[in-house]
């Protein structure tokens, strides 16, 4: 929330006495802070409601090398910035200058982005928290570097790989895959279809991409749980039985949770890790609904930015 001209009357938590947050003021304020505020005359403010999932999406982004998926990255944010909100002092300067990127967000999100507009929007938010960033107050944290045994558990490709043509053999076993995920392939028939060894092979393959041919395998029936989970009514046992798997042996249940973060079960009902048990699962309709009619109140100058799925926060 940015002060742009007059000043508010700031109350943090019930009992907590009133302080004045000035022009050039910002407010930072987490979801389900208490939080209220009442003008002194004439006050125009412009207020930013971002999904908390974005910022920490980019966290995720920022900090690769240490954070090894989202849950951690939200971990880290509720460790980094403990405070349900924080006042930035940026100055009127500093908050004349924002004053036309803030307008043009507003205009921009009044109505449906664009593919150009959202990208703009995107850019302009930028440089909003480029300019607050070094306000904001975090805790000092220290995060370990991934271990070896984090990184092996881990069914995805590794982060950072060199990226080579794929031989044409190889592209072949992977598209045989894609198109029979439930078969039960062995690394001595992929091989044979590459006309190699099964050592060579599996060399080969993980240099294309960046994981052993029975990992790759596994994320492909992961990807496809989690369409047939979107899309239809299947049960999870059917489903798990559609992809090649054994829906008794608990296998399924353990690779999908460590590619996605969540059970089969937990995304059914609750959608992926980074979604509150609002949405966008069983959920969506009513949380969109929530969010629109909420978008849809005049409060002072304010702008909507909804730049990522999940709840406006």
Not at 25 to 49: H, N, S
Not at 62 to 72: C, G, N, T, W
Not at 145 to 152: E, F, Y
Request: aromatic share 8%.
């Amino acid at each position: 929330m940015f002060v742009r001209d007059g000043t508010l009357l700031v109350r943090l938590g019930e009992q907590a006495a009133p302080f004045p947050a000035a022009t050039g003021t910002a407010l930072l304020i987490a979801p389900g802070a208490v939080f209220g505020y009442q003008p002194e005359g004439w006050v125009r403010v412009t207020t930013l409601l971002i999904d908390t999932d974005y910022l920490i999406e980019h966290l995720y982004w920022q900090h690769l090398d240490v954070i090894p998926d989202r849950e951690a990255a939200r971990d880290l944010a509720t460790t980094l910035y403990p405070a349900p909100v924080q006042v930035l002092r940026l100055g009127e300067r500093q908050l004349e200058r924002l004053g036309p990127i803030l307008d043009e967000l507003v205009t921009l999100t009044e109505g449906d982005l664009s593919p150009r507009g959202y990208f703009h929007a995107h850019a302009l938010l930028f440089t909003v928290l480029a300019a607050i960033a070094p306000l904001i107050h975090h805790e000092a944290v220290a995060v370990p570097p991934l271990t070896s045994r984090q990184r092996a558990v881990r069914v995805a490709p590794p982060r950072w790989r060199e990226f080579r043509p794929v031989r044409r053999e190889i592209a072949r076993t992977a598209a045989l895959m894609q198109n029979d995920i439930a078969k039960r392939w062995s690394l001595s028939e992929l091989a044979a279809h590459a006309c190699v060894s099964t050592s060579q092979f599996s060399r080969l393959f993980k240099e294309s991409f960046g994981v052993t041919p029975i990992t790759y395998l596994s994320i492909l029936r992961v990807q496809e749980m989690v369409r047939l989970i979107r899309e239809t009514d299947l049960l999870i046992g059917t489903i798990t039985d559609q992809v090649g798997w054994c829906r008794h042996c608990g296998h399924a249940t353990l690779v999908f949770r460590r590619y996605m973060g969540v059970t089969p079960f937990e995304y059914r009902h609750y959608g992926p890790p980074t979604a509150t048990r609002e949405g966008p699962g069983m959920g969506v309709a009513r949380a969109a609904k929530s969010a629109n009619e909420s978008a849809k109140q005049p409060v002072a100058r304010r702008i909507a930015v909804e730049l990522s799925t999940g709840h406006m926060l």
